[in-house]
Structure formats: structure tokens, C-alpha cells
């Protein structure tokens, strides 16, 4: 068995939001099974490791959209992708496909459009009514939109929103290789409206766009030093789309994101952490791997906006693995 060098010294399990770049990435580096195994340990002081949230997502308005981010298929910058546009989901329709992803046991409903920003008017009128009309069904509800300022985020707020979706997508250093048309600032006053209007944060990035080690590392630092952190953390793992910009792209290597889960986790303890887009190149062992290590949300359905997402049996084999074994199974497994 290789020797793996002296653990060092424990990781102070205490909510911070002053990590360093160097120590965020020093985490990252670590030797896998101590960085998974700390983690973990993170993970069960602040979390049941065995209440893993299903969230469905759906594009409520695919396409056209004028931002020029490299990995985005919706963009209208990248006109080789095949993806058809259309216009915004009538309210009822949506509200049907949200009560259709509760029966099938989701609990946390999403819904994104392909706006740059969010504008008054008919449109922003009728994701209002969505949002209502999804908790009225008992379940959070979740926007992404694009940048918003503060008297959209009041609005929303007032229909009872729990969070909205704002990426960071990656750090701020290489922030300019995958998008042009909105600088890192404007994200961050979209947060502090959302955060202002006391709604809760669903904020994270990507791997696997061409950044560094590093780069993930200072993501996380800007994460992590959000007070408080933000409520969810998506992680995903870049889906290589043909006709944008990143589609040579190579696939990110699993436990990659497991470390990235794992870092996240150490540095953000009580956040809610998204295992989301990349999941189909996971098989199965892979995401119990990061699930192992903090992630406690899945998203649950075919598709991520446009993006494939596994299928809801390979979904329901993934639960059933997790599940304690029955005393009578046991009995005779063996």
C-alpha cells in the first residue's frame, strides 16, 4: 500500500468566513482519502448524511439569450448549437410540471429563464404568479433569471420565493475567459439584492471550463466569504455542448469534483451543496462519492434547462442503494 505523508492538523470545524486563497487550496491538495474523510466529518457534525434533497429544474424560457457565456448553449452569441428558442411557459403549464416533479418526490421546485435581466412587465408578472403558485403546492421555489435589482427582488420576495440561482460561475481571475458581456461586479449586486431582500442565496460554478486548481480555490474564497455563506452551493462539472465555445472541452476527471465537494464542504459547513450538471459522466459509486463528502441535493429529472440530467430510474436505483438494507433482506444477502 502506497504511504500516504502524516495528516496534518485538524481542520477547525467552526463556521468561518475568512479563509485564504493558499489555505483553500492546500485543502484541495490534500491526499484524497484525508480530504474525504474530513470532510465527511464536517458533513455529519452540520448534516444528516442521510437526507439528500431532490430539486427539479425547468427552463421556463429557453434560448435567445444575449450574454455570451462560453458554456451556455441558450446563448445567442453561439449559433452553430441546434437548440431551438422558445418563448416563456404559460404559468398553469408550469405549475402542472411542478405538481408532476412533487408526486414524483421532489421538494424543492427551480425554474430559469434566459433573460440577461430581469425587466417590469408582463413577463416578470407571470413568473410572480409562478412562484406563488409553487409554494402554494408546498414546495420551495427557486428562480434564475439573470441580474435583478432591488424592487424585483422585493417583488419576489413578497411571492414567497425561497431562493434565487446566481452563479459565479468560476473565479474572479478567470472570470474574463468565459464571459464578456457581465463583469464579476454585476453579479455580486445581484446577490447583495437578493440577500437584501432576504432571500436566500443559490450561488456556486463550474469545473472544467480550462481554469486551474487555483482558480477553483479562489471561487470558493469568494463563496466562503459571503456572511453568511450562501444558503446553497451548486457544484457543477462542465457539460460539454456542441457549437459553444468550450465543446473540445475534456471531461472533468470524477474525483475532481469530489475534491471540489469535499473543499466546499470543509469551507462552507452548513451550506446546502448542489451535486448538479456533469452528473450523467458520474456513475453510480462516483456520486455516493460525493455525496460521501457533502453534497446533500441532487437534481431530480431528465434535464437540467437544456443540459441532460440521469434518467428518473437511474435516479430511483441511486436512492434505493442509499437506503438502510431491511432486516429480512439482510438476513439473506449473504
Not at 229 to 248: M, Q, R
Request: charge should be negative; proline fraction near 6%.
Amino acid at each position: 500500500m502506497g504511504h500516504l505523508p502524516a495528516q496534518s492538523p485538524a481542520i477547525d470545524q467552526t463556521i468561518r468566513h475568512d479563509w485564504s486563497i493558499d489555505e483553500i487550496e492546500a485543502i484541495y491538495r490534500l491526499p484524497l482519502l484525508e480530504l474525504m474523510g474530513r470532510a465527511s466529518a464536517v458533513h455529519q457534525t452540520h448534516h444528516n448524511p442521510n437526507d439528500v434533497q431532490k430539486a427539479s429544474l425547468l427552463s421556463i424560457k429557453t434560448g435567445g439569450c444575449p450574454e455570451d457565456c462560453a458554456y451556455c448553449p441558450q446563448s445567442a452569441h453561439h449559433r452553430e448549437v441546434k437548440l431551438g428558442k422558445e418563448q416563456l411557459l404559460d404559468p398553469k403549464a408550469v405549475l402542472a410540471m411542478a405538481a408532476r416533479a412533487k408526486e414524483a418526490g421532489a421538494d424543492r421546485f427551480c425554474m430559469g429563464a434566459a433573460w440577461r435581466k430581469v425587466r417590469d412587465g408582463a413577463a416578470f408578472d407571470a413568473v410572480i404568479e409562478m412562484v406563488r403558485g409553487v409554494r402554494d403546492l408546498g414546495m420551495e421555489a427557486c428562480v434564475t433569471l439573470g441580474m435583478l435589482e432591488t424592487r424585483h427582488a422585493e417583488r419576489l420576495a413578497e411571492a414567497g420565493l425561497t431562493a434565487y440561482n446566481h452563479n459565479l460561475d468560476t473565479s474572479p481571475e478567470y472570470y474574463s475567459q468565459i464571459i464578456s458581456t457581465r463583469t464579476y461586479q454585476d453579479r455580486l449586486d445581484t446577490l447583495a439584492a437578493v440577500r437584501g431582500a432576504g432571500i436566500d442565496l443559490c450561488c456556486g460554478g463550474i469545473i472544467g471550463m480550462g481554469e486551474s486548481i487555483r482558480d477553483r480555490a479562489s471561487m470558493l474564497h469568494v463563496l466562503a466569504g459571503f456572511a453568511p455563506h450562501p444558503e446553497s452551493v451548486p457544484i457543477n462539472a462542465l457539460v460539454p455542448v456542441e457549437g459553444t465555445p468550450l465543446a473540445k472541452r475534456t471531461p472533468v476527471d470524477p474525483l475532481e469534483l469530489v475534491r471540489m465537494i469535499a473543499t466546499a464542504r470543509i469551507t462552507m459547513p452548513k451550506s446546502t451543496l448542489r451535486l448538479s450538471a456533469g452528473r450523467t459522466s458520474l456513475n453510480r459509486e462516483a456520486q455516493i462519492l460525493c455525496l460521501l463528502c457533502g453534497a446533500n441535493s441532487v437534481f431530480y429529472g431528465e434535464k437540467l434547462l437544456t443540459t441532460p440530467n440521469p434518467e428518473e430510474d437511474s435516479d430511483t436505483a441511486l436512492f434505493a442503494a442509499l437506503a438502510a438494507i431491511p432486516a429480512s433482506a439482510a438476513q439473506t444477502a449473504f
